[in-house]
């Protein structure tokens, strides 16, 4: 891939790159996604979906497609600003991880778990 130019890698599967990949990702300034940041659009409609349905509404596609984007900007800017607020501004793969550990964090702090 980066022999051929490649300029962005975003992962399709859950986090199929292994680490040396990763690292020369970064080492050729390849922009990457790792899965867990990339793939978070199928569980956010999973999500949305059982919001529906738990409600007994149906939602129209203007109104799925609003949500899902605020769901994915949101991805975006809580990855971009973990990876910056630990010195690893760009880094997504960093930054997803961070993130992520970030919020189950306080939902355990939140029900008193640590």
């Known amino acids: 891939l980066i022999e051929n130019g490649c300029m962005a890698v ?16 970064r080492d050729a300034g390849v922009f990457f996604a790792p899965g867990n940041a990339a793939n978070a659009g199928g569980v956010a409609t999973s ?11 149906s939602w129209d596609g203007d109104k799925v497609n609003k949500k899902m984007e605020e769901i994915m900007v949101n991805i975006h800017d809580n990855t971009a600003r973990a990876a910056a607020m630990y010195g690893c501004q760009g880094d997504y793969y960093f930054g997803a991880n961070v993130a992520a ?14």
Not at 10 to 25: K, R, V
Not at 47 to 57: D, F, I, K, V
Not at 101 to 114: E, H, N, S, V, Y
């Open 10 to 25: 975003g992962e399709g599967a859950n986090h199929p790159c292994t680490l040396d990949a990763i690292q020369a990702f």
């Open 101 to 114: 550990f970030l919020k189950i964090a306080d939902a355990m702090k939140g029900q008193g778990i640590c």
């Open 47 to 57: 999500s949305l979906e059982m919001s529906q349905n738990s409600q007994g509404m």
